[in-house]
């Protein structure tokens, strides 16, 4: 898989990754509020295992919601370069 197919990945994956449960206090809705830059490395071959990481990159206050980026990297088992590189935004509304 490539590209796109792989990117995909991220909403089942990002679900995966344990979150603080005192970052998401108070929070009422959270919407994906899309992607700032995305990098596609190398390919995944058939039948690869895959895992994500997410490390937040920044936190933007807007009103009573936060933009939350985060940057996610898909690596593929057995290889030195990661298949995807991506920074996603989510929006936070607390309430």
Do not use: C
């Not at 898989?1 to 990945?9: I, N, P, Q, R």
């Not at 994500?52 to 919601?65: F, H, Q, R, W, Y």
Request: glycine share 8%; proline share 5%; no cysteine.
């Amino acid at each position: 898989a490539h590209g796109f197919l792989t990117l995909s990945l991220l909403v089942p994956l990002s679900s995966s990754i344990k979150q603080d449960p005192e970052t998401l206090k108070g929070v009422i809705m959270g919407v994906n509020y899309g992607f700032d830059k995305i990098r596609f490395i190398a390919p995944v071959p058939s039948g690869s295992r895959i895992r994500a990481k997410a490390v937040l990159k920044a936190a933007e206050i807007k009103g009573s919601s936060v933009n939350a980026t985060r940057t996610y990297t898909i690596e593929v088992e057995g290889s030195d370069k990661p298949a995807v590189i991506a920074d996603w935004i989510t929006r936070l509304t607390y309430g």
